[in-house]
């Protein structure tokens, strides 16, 4: 999508300032020799649709911090870049669609509200009704809504897991809500997650095929549109308010989609990957602010030197990472691994990217009962079990997994899945540092404008 240049004569362009919604009708014409584009609108009828306050219209032909933007969401979509992110979200969306409809996966609509905390991290916003007011001003006594406790949803796997086993495959594109302290610039507290579930699956490798697949399909449709070629040469700077600042060590947009597109992305495990780091640690090759040591989770440092060194450019999968600091649904690593770990680990990995770095994760599920019964306790989420075998039927069990666990007591499969960041997603394939610029109406830790 190119700027038009439209010809005015000296009263048509009285009544018209920056931000007027206008129709125009004229000739086309060649332009001068020397111009940026090859023709150009003569106007002979302009129509204003819109009057607008010029003096008081906060997008001003000058330049706009991103700072400044981010105050303004219901108008910074009109500044050319912004509106390209919008529009790189929707045809990302409509490729991703068409990807799983040709490989029959069936799209989904898990619910938002849920009764547990899926990844158990205490993160989540809680489902509140507003109080009943009495005519005096009181308040009415409490009755909750639910019967039980119930959740913004943090992720809809375990509601795909239940759907998978009816029709096999099944993918969403869904909210996801994380009540996170935190203020950075790979963190909201609102964002899409697009999460996949298969069943009949026996080997992590398969899963990571499907998500390196997915992605290379959409950067190659990107590659061969209008719009990504908008975005190769999109300005970033100006009135978008968007520096283009390739700092030492950041990839440029090109070269991250060409990494995309490498044919073999490593994979190394959690337990090689401590090793690296620690190696590099006593070469003095580098220091890091968090020593790596096996049992511990990978901090940003640490995934950036290994998708920087392991990847060189190419997206990095770590797998196999400890089972106690997984999740309880995770079932355990059954492959050889060239370099043994000192504990049990799980079937799981992450995907990093470089500069950015996790934007996936994924894992098989522990498909047999009493394992999984086993990982509950260790995790310290079962109850007893329930004297029906659905559960307790009156729903006051605070959020009881017994409902997850029918789906092992009724002819379960081995199955596994993936979620991927999508807003993390777009962010990296636009070349934006912040993932706050590809949600259009972002909310984090303190700030929800509109």
Not at 19 to 34: I, K, M
Not at 256 to 273: C, E, F, K, N, V
Not at 346 to 367: K, N, T
Request: charged fraction near 20%.
């Amino acid at each position: 999508m190119e700027s038009l240049q439209v010809i005015l004569t000296p009263l048509q362009a009285d009544q018209l300032s920056s931000g007027t919604a206008v129709r125009v009708t004229g000739t086309w014409q060649s332009s001068p020799e020397g111009t940026k584009q090859s023709h150009e609108l003569h106007a002979t009828n302009v129509d204003v649709l819109g009057t607008h306050q010029s003096q008081s219209y906060p997008l001003q032909k000058k330049y706009h911090t991103v700072e400044y933007l981010r105050t303004i969401p219901h108008l910074r979509t009109r500044t050319p870049f912004n509106s390209l992110l919008l529009r790189l979200r929707s045809q990302a969306i409509a490729h991703l669609t068409n990807f799983f409809d040709q490989r029959a996966f069936v799209q989904t609509h898990p619910p938002i509200i849920t009764s547990s905390d899926c990844e158990g991290a205490g993160e989540a916003f809680t489902a509140l009704a507003e109080p009943v007011l009495l005519t005096q001003g009181d308040t009415a006594p409490e009755h909750p809504f639910f019967r039980s406790p119930k959740y913004l949803t943090v992720s809809s796997q375990l509601h795909l897991e239940a759907l998978a086993q009816s029709v096999g495959k099944v993918w969403t594109l869904s909210p996801t809500f994380r009540a996170e302290r935190s203020d950075t610039a790979r963190h909201l507290s609102e964002f899409y997650m697009l999460e996949a579930e298969l069943s009949f699956v026996d080997q992590l490798e398969e899963i990571m095929c499907l998500v390196q697949d997915m992605l290379q399909s959409l950067v190659r449709s990107l590659e061969a549109s209008d719009l990504g070629t908008e975005l190769m040469h999109a300005k970033r700077g100006g009135e978008s308010g968007y520096d283009q600042q390739l700092s030492e060590g950041v990839l440029p947009l090109r070269e991250r989609w060409h990494g995309l597109l490498q044919r073999s992305w490593p994979r190394i495990s959690y337990t090689q990957a401590i090793g690296r780091l620690q190696d590099a640690v006593r070469s003095n090759e580098i220091s890091f602010v968090h020593a790596p040591q096996w049992g511990s989770g990978l901090q940003l440092e640490h995934e950036r030197y290994l998708a920087s060194v392991i990847g060189r450019g190419v997206p990095t999968f770590v797998t196999d990472y400890p089972r106690a600091s997984k999740a309880f649904y995770m079932s355990p690593s059954t492959s050889p691994d060239e370099c043994p770990a000192p504990g049990p680990t799980a079937a799981c990995f992450d995907l990093l990217v470089p500069d950015l770095c996790e934007i996936a994760g994924g894992s098989m599920r522990e498909h047999r009962l009493q394992e999984l019964l086993q990982s509950m306790k260790a995790h310290g989420l079962a109850n007893e079990p329930a004297s029906s075998p659905h559960g307790d039927p009156s729903g006051d069990d605070k959020g009881s997994l017994d409902w997850y666990l029918d789906l092992r007591r009724y002819g379960s499969v081995p199955h596994g899945g993936f979620g991927l960041g999508f807003d993390r997603l777009l962010a990296y394939l636009a070349g934006v540092p912040n993932i706050r610029e590809v949600v259009a109406f972002p909310r984090w830790y303190g700030r929800c404008e509109c």
